[in-house]
Structures are given as C-alpha cells and as structure tokens.
C-alpha cells in the first residue's frame, strides 16, 4: 500500500509559478511510475505530466508542455510538479497518482495510488 500526500497548492496571479509536491511512502518509491492529474470544476479529470520510475522518461498534455515540469527524488520518495507561467485555466485540483509498474503512462485507469489532492487557483 502507497500513500500519497500533495502540497504546495495555493491561489496564484497569472503568469506566476507554484511547486507541487508528493510524498510517498513505502521503499519502493523507484519502482513506481507517477502523474500528475488535475480536476477543474465541473470538469472531469485530466492528464497533466508522468514520470517514469528512473525519472529518464516524461510525458506531457499539450495543454501544459513548455510550462510545466514534472520531476522526482527516489532518495526522498517525493515527486514535483514546477508549474510556471500559470494561466486562470490551470485552476483546479491536483492528484499525484502511482502505479505499480516503472513505465509511465498518460491513462488515469492504469494508477493504483493516489492522493487527496491540493488545491491551484490562479487569478487573472
């Protein structure tokens, strides 16, 4: 069993950066893949950026390429999001997600962990 537990989320203006993190714990942080998801009011939950367990392999949606950073520290068993050039439509809730294999993948139905999630709001 993984628990994971966000933070860093917060109210923002345009243009500003914000710095998610998520801690897991258990041993065996490498051997997990992790994502960020985000869920806007009313919306239903998006694909943000994943991780593979090395770290080596990211993906990005189109709607956050270019902007934000997805990383990780398996000595910390905590991953980051570095969110920069934040527009209003980056408010939402964020998840950090685990799944039990190394390879990432865009698909939330392939995660078996995740958080309770943290809160992003940017204003115009």
């Known amino acids: 069993q993984v628990q994971l537990v966000e933070s860093g989320g917060g109210l923002v203006q345009a243009g500003g950066s914000l710095r998610l993190s998520c801690a897991a714990s258990?041993?065996?942080?490498?051997?997990?893949?992790m994502a960020w998801f985000r869920q806007a009011p009313g919306k239903e939950r998006e694909f943000s950026a994943t991780?593979?367990?090395?770290?080596?392999?990211?993906y990005y949606a189109d709607s956050v390429k270019g902007r934000f950073t997805i990383s990780r520290d398996n000595a910390k068993n905590t991953m980051y999001l570095q969110m920069n050039n934040l527009k209003p439509e980056d408010t939402a809730v964020y998840y950090c997600?685990?799944?039990?294999?190394?390879?990432?993948?865009?698909?939330?139905?392939?995660?078996?962990?995740w958080g309770q999630g943290t809160q992003v709001t940017v204003s115009s």
């Open positions: 997600a685990a799944r039990r294999v190394v390879a990432a993948t865009t698909r939330p139905g392939a995660y078996d962990y």
């Open positions: 991780i593979s367990g090395s770290g080596i392999t990211t």
């Open positions: 258990g041993r065996t942080f490498s051997s997990y893949a």
